[in-house]
C-alpha cells in the first residue's frame, strides 16, 4: 500500500524502559514509513511530570538505535517540526486552547475538589454516570493558566460531521472504531486539555503535535481505542482532518489469558542486548507478533519486512508472546554469522552497541587463546541460542568439570548397564581412542569401528564417552569435541572417569 507521502511516529513517554509492547508499535511505524520512503519522527511524551524517569529518554534512544530503528526528526535532530519534546511545546498547545476557548469549545474548569466529589457523590446517589458536562458553569472565568481548561465536548459531533474531514475505519480493527459499544458517543465527557500546571493532557497533546508535525497515521496500542470518541469530537472541534488510525492488539502473556505484564517477562529491550541476542532476531520476532505475511514463513530480514509488512495482515486479536520464538529466531540468526563476526560478538567487540561490550565467555576462558575459542564458538554455534548461554555451553572447553555420577545414574540407557559393563566400554573406548591422531575423520572412524567391536548403540557408547570427557548432557559432535579438546585432555578426562566407575 503506497501512499503519496507517509509520516509515522513513535511517542513514547519517559517513563520507564521499553519492552516488546512499545517496540512493536515503534517497529510497525518505522515499517510503514521505510516502505513508503516517508518520514518516522521520534517524539517524546514528556508532559506527565510525576511519571516522568530520569534517562527514560535516552533509554528510549538506546533501544531504538541497537534494533536500527532510525529516526528522520527526534528531539536530537533538527527536523522542522520541532521541538519534539512536548514539554517544549507548551507555547504551542496554548495557541490552540486559544482556538478552542475562542470558539466556545473549551473553558476553565473552577471546582473545587470538595466540590467535584459532591458532584460525583450526586450521581452515585442518582446511579447515574458521572459526567462534568452535566456541570458546566453558567459563566467560566477567564482562563488564566492556573485552573484546568476542560474541552466542552459535543457527544452528537459524529452524527453531523460528514465530508472530507469525516474519520473513517482503523486500519487494523475495521470499523469496529464506530460500531463497538467502547466508544460510544454518549460516554465523551469533558476532558481536560491543559492542566493547572500548564501542561497539556495527552488527550490535547497528541491531536496538536500529530496535526502540527503532519502525522499522517498514528499507530498504537489498542488501549486508546476506547477514547476514540473523544479524540474525534476535538479534532472536529479543531477543524482538523484526522490522521489514518491503526490500533495494535495487545501482546498477551504465553497463556494468552492476559496482557503482557512484566510479571509475565516482558522485560527491557535492552536485557536482550545484554544477554547477546541479535536485533535482527528481536526485529524478526517482534514483526510477527500479531502480523504474517499470509504464507508460512517465520523469520524475516528487516529489508524482507520493509517489503512485505502491511497493517491489512495485522489481527485484530492479542498476539501471544513465547519467548521460545524468540530464541529460536536468535539461534537462526546466530547460525548465519561467520565465525569472526560471531567471535567479535562473543567478546564484546560490537562496534554496533554499548550494551554488547561484554565478554561473555566463562572466566576459565580468560586464558585460552583465540583460535582455540573461535574453533569452540564455531561447535557451539549450532545450538547456541544467546551469548550469555556460552559459559554453560562452553564451560567444559576450559576446565576438568568434577565427575558428576547423576549423568550416568539418570541417563535413559546408561543406567540400565552394571557398573563392570560401563567400565570395560570406557577402557575399550580409551585403547581404541588413544591410537588416534585425533583429526576429526580418524576419531570419527574409530568411533564408528568401536560400535561395531563393542556391539552398543551410539546412544550408549557415544553418550557414555561424551559424559566422561565433557561431564555434561550434550556436547556438540562427539569427534569434533575430542579433535579440539585434543589428546591429552581427553585421555586425561577419561582416565578421570574410569577411576571413578
Ligand atoms: N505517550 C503515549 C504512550 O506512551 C503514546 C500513545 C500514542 O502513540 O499516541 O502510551
Request: glycine share 6%; proline share 5%; net charge negative.
Amino acid at each position: 500500500m503506497i501512499y503519496a507521502m507517509t509520516r509515522t511516529r513513535f511517542a513514547p513517554s519517559p517513563t520507564g524502559f521499553l519492552h516488546v509492547g512499545g517496540i512493536r508499535t515503534a517497529l510497525f511505524a518505522w515499517l510503514l514509513a521505510r516502505q513508503n520512503d516517508g518520514q518516522f519522527i521520534l517524539r517524546i511524551e514528556d508532559t506527565d511530570r510525576k511519571r516522568e524517569v530520569s534517562g527514560a529518554e535516552a533509554h528510549i534512544m538506546d533501544s531504538l538505535k541497537w534494533l536500527g530503528l532510525d529516526w528522520d526528526e527526534g528531539p536530537d535532530s533538527d527536523g522542522s517540526h520541532g521541538s519534539y519534546r512536548q514539554s517544549e511545546r507548551l507555547d504551542i498547545y496554548k495557541k490552540w486552547a486559544q482556538k478552542l476557548i475562542d470558539s466556545g469549545r473549551a473553558y476553565a474548569d473552577p471546582y473545587t475538589t470538595a466540590e467535584v466529589q459532591a458532584f460525583r457523590d450526586e450521581a452515585i446517589k442518582n446511579k447515574q454516570p458521572f459526567l462534568y458536562r452535566n456541570h458546566r458553569p453558567k459563566k467560566p472565568p477567564a482562563w488564566d493558566g492556573t485552573m484546568p481548561l476542560r474541552f466542552k465536548s459535543n457527544p452528537k459531533f459524529l452524527s453531523n460531521w460528514e465530508g472530507e474531514n469525516a474519520p473513517v475505519v482503523d486500519e487494523v480493527m475495521g470499523d469496529k472504531m464506530f460500531n463497538n459499544l467502547t466508544i460510544d458517543p454518549d460516554t465523551t465527557d469533558d476532558v481536560v486539555l491543559v492542566k493547572s500546571d500548564g501542561f497539556p493532557t495527552y488527550n490535547f497533546a497528541h491531536i496538536v503535535d500529530d496535526a502540527e508535525m503532519e502525522i499522517t497515521h498514528v499507530l498504537r496500542g489498542q488501549e486508546f481505542l476506547s477514547s476514540m470518541a473523544i479524540y474525534m469530537d476535538i479534532y472536529h472541534a479543531l477543524g482538523l482532518k484526522a490522521p489514518k488510525f491503526a490500533h495494535l492488539p495487545h501482546i498477551m502473556n504465553e497463556q494468552g489469558n492476559k496482557k503482557l505484564s512484566k510479571r509475565d517477562g516482558a522485560k527491557d529491550i535492552l536485557d536482550y542486548a545484554r544477554e547477546g541476542y541479535l536485533p535482527e532476531a528481536l526485529v524478526s520476532f517482534i514483526a510477527t507478533l500479531g502480523w504474517n505475511d499470509g504464507t508460512e514463513q517465520e523469520v524475516f530480514t528487516v529489508n524482507e519486512l520493509i517489503e512485505k509488512f502491511s497493517l491489512d495482515r495485522v489481527h485484530k486479536s492479542g498476539a501471544r508472546f513465547d519467548e521460545r520464538r524468540l530464541l529460536w529466531a536468535n539461534g537462526h540468526f546466530l547460525r548465519q554469522l561467520d565465525i569472526k563476526t560471531l567471535y567479535a560478538l562473543s567478546v564484546g567487540e560490537n562496534s554496533k552497541t554499548k550494551y554488547q561490550s561484554t565478554d561473555y565467555w566463562p572466566e576459565e576462558a580468560e586464558d585460552a587463546d583465540e583460535e582455540y575459542k573461535k574453533q569452540v564458538i564455531g561447535l557451539v554455534q549450532e545450538r547456541l541460542k544467546f551469548l550469555a548461554e556460552l559459559p554453560q555451553l562452553t564451560e567444559f572447553f576450559f576446565k576438568d568439570l568434577p565427575v558428576n555420577p547423576e549423568l550416568i545414574s539418570s541417563h535413559k540407557q546408561l543406567k540400565k548397564l552394571e557398573k563392570d559393563d560401563l567400565k570395560t566400554l570406557l577402557q575399550t573406548a580409551r585403547e581404541e581412542i588413544a591410537q588416534s591422531d585425533f583429526t576429526t575423520d580418524d576419531l570419527q572412524n574409530r568411533l564408528n569401528a568401536l560400535l561395531t567391536l563393542t556391539h552398543t548403540k551410539p546412544a550408549v557408547l557415544f553418550s557414555l564417552i561424551r559424559i566422561a570427557t565433557t561431564q555434561s548432557p550434550a556436547s556438540p559432535g562427539l569427534a569434533e569435541t575430542m579433535t579440539v579438546l585434543g589428546r591429552e585432555t581427553t585421555l586425561r578426562r577419561i582416565d578421570q572417569q574410569l577411576r571413578l566407575l
